[in-house]
């Protein structure tokens, strides 16, 4: 990830751009960098691969919502800039003619002979991942808990067992596209190259298709499990779930199912890092006098904390143990208390009068003088 540039600026364009802007920025680096325009050319390659893998991200409205929110880990799983269908779709009077198929096989090495389609591939193709937003309460990031997520995902058809065919049916050649998978549309003077409408680019069909699943090999089946979620998880942290997400085609591996996990907020504590940062309120007296309060930490525990005399306003006191656990470890953070010194706005008569002969004492009617401001921190 550290190597990648931001999709916007391979693009060129800004955060704000709209899908059309967006559209004729990637056709014009198309057109600058198309293999068949730079044969032999290792760099307009790598920069036509970078440019449509951004487009891939940028022109899908789900991806383009979790790459801004989450960078290149919000589209990590999803198929962000995996599969070029999008880039294939929009801008195949680019790609088709002069075996230009071929050329992108070779530059993204998705083997399956076009931009991320089925074309005559009866391999095995990895299922596709799936995303899941899970929302935990502070406290639990901070000590762990268990969630119970559900899900729908596609698996095998429990009754073909995927091959998606009847128990007397089998495959046969695709009468549409001949076998090849792909079907060639003239229109003027282009020529576009289409995935096969009636086989989806395998090559085959089924004669007789099985009547749960109508011949596609997979069914759609609700998932209950319990996820496991460590201590000390942050707001944003994924977790991949290996092998939840859709069944494989041909044997493959299914895909993963990728929990994003998002943390509430609290009305009492902050984060940062391993430590907690909570605030409490002090008298004057307190604060001059000092004192010993009983500080509820974010586990429920009562926790003395010395208060020294003369504390001020804003100061910090530490509770060692008491905030973040680390990972692997028995070991937390601290819990960094803020003294928060209150004035009283109404003093009752005998409050004032003692307040007044402290004043006579330390001669408050003295005027102040300015002093340095980085004296104040």
Known sequence: MANKRDYYEVL???KSASKEDIKRAYRKLAIKYHPDKNPGDKEAEEKFKEATEAYEVLSDD??????????????????????????????????SGSGFGDIFDRIFGNGRGGFGGRSAYSGP?????LRYDLSISFKEAVFGTKADIKFKHEEKCSSCNGSGAAPDGKKVTCRTCGGVGQVRRSSGFFSIQQTCPTCRGSGSSIDKPCTKCRGTGSETVLKHITLTIPAGVENGRRMVLRGM?????????PGDLVVFLHVESHKYFERHENDLYCAVPLTCAQAMLGTTLNITTLDGKKVPLKVPAGSQHGELLSLRGEGVPYPNSSSRGDLR???????????????KRLMEQFAKIEDATTAPECISIDSLS
């Not at 193709?125 to 991942?129: E, F, L, P, T």
């Not at 208390?337 to 409050?351: D, F, H, I, Y």
């Open 12 to 14: 060129g364009v800004e």
């Open 62 to 95: 789900q991806k383009k919502a979790a790459y801004d929110q989450y960078g290149f880990e919000g589209v990590d799983g999803m198929g962000g800039g995996g599969g070029y269908s999008h880039a294939y779709e929009d801008f195949s009077d680019l790609f």
């Open 125 to 129: 193709v990895q299922g596709d991942s």
């Open 245 to 253: 997400g859709n069944v494989g085609e041909n044997g493959a591996n």
């Open 337 to 351: 208390v803020k003294l928060v010194v209150k004035v009283p706005t109404r003093l009752s008569g005998e409050q």
